[in-house]
């Protein structure tokens, strides 16, 4: 049994070591409760779980806390992906909920899995899902004061291998901040959340990029066709110099085998393997 999460790419740890150190914390804790529950829970239980709790904490980009877009309004996407069956869920820009993780295994036996906007919220409140304003103080003061051209990501994600081998991957994002409506994310896709029964992927960064490398989906393939995951992570974030490429990557394969890369610093994440370790 192997869980990994993270919490993103930041840039308060250039100016702002009291929030690198409170992310980390969050995410010991939350590593840590995930894995307790990996105990008694499949990997696509464990990564729902384990995600819907980053969704909670403020200090991330997901669910409650989220960044603001250009016209004022907070826009969620989630995806999830059970490597056992290979079924893929997932919402985009859904407004007014508090979890979209949720919705997005709420979807998972449903012919149509993936929905977007009105369609997403209108399947949302059909299924119990309330009315939510995911904006805290923070996110409206950051956005009264238009800070548009600081990095300002922190998307959240979590790859499980559970008791019986099978793997499950999460990831959920309220965008890059201040993009335009209806920009459509990298984590509600195939590109920056992928699964099957040899690899599970959650990648975090520029979404555009994540799109243009394919990262999730390539990685997951290259180990299917037996590359080791370290071997098919560095060679999938090769491939995005050419364009600069900004992304971070999770995984973890069906050897057991747990990897982190990033193009850039600054990435948060946390590992629970034999205990909690957590990195930035
Ligand atoms: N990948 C996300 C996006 O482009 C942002 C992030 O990972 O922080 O929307």
């Not at 690198?20 to 729902?48: C, F, N, W």
């Not at 238009?146 to 991957?169: P, Q």
């Not at 390539?218 to 299917?224: E, F, S």
Request: aromatic content about 8%; some cysteine.
């Amino acid at each position: 049994m192997k869980l990994i999460i993270h919490g993103g790419f930041f840039s308060e740890s250039l100016t702002n070591q009291e929030i690198k150190k409170a992310k980390q914390d969050a995410l010991a804790e939350i590593v840590t409760l995930g894995h307790k529950y990996l105990q008694s829970h499949t990997a696509v239980e464990t990564v729902v779980y384990t995600v819907s709790l980053l969704e909670d904490c403020d200090l991330f980009n997901a669910g409650t806390g989220s960044q603001i877009q250009s016209d004022g309004k907070i826009r969620l996407s989630a995806s999830l992906m059970d490597g056992k069956t290979q079924k893929f869920s997932g919402v985009i820009n859904i407004e007014d909920v508090k979890n979209p993780i949720c919705i997005a295994e709420k979807l998972m036996p449903f012919d149509d899995r993936v929905l977007s906007g009105k369609g997403a919220q209108d399947f949302a409140r059909e299924n119990g899902f309330n009315h939510y304003s995911p904006e805290t103080p923070q996110r409206r003061k950051e956005y009264d004061q238009k800070l548009s051209d600081s990095i300002r990501l922190g998307t959240v994600g979590c790859v499980a291998l559970d008791v019986f081998g099978n793997l499950a991957a999460a990831t959920s994002t309220g965008g890059k901040g201040f993009e335009i409506p209806g920009r459509v994310s990298d984590s509600a896709t195939t590109a920056g959340n992928f699964a099957n029964a040899f690899a599970g992927i959650s990648c975090t960064g520029v979404g555009e990029d994540i799109v243009s490398g394919a990262v999730a989906s390539t990685i997951v393939i290259r180990v299917t066709d037996a590359m080791p995951l370290a071997l098919a992570t560095e060679k999938t974030l090769n491939e995005l110099k050419p364009f600069d490429g900004f992304a971070g990557i999770i995984g973890i394969s069906a050897a057991g085998e747990v990897y982190h890369a990033d193009t850039h610093p600054y990435m948060v994440w946390a590992l629970y393997d034999d205990g909690v370790e957590v990195f930035a």
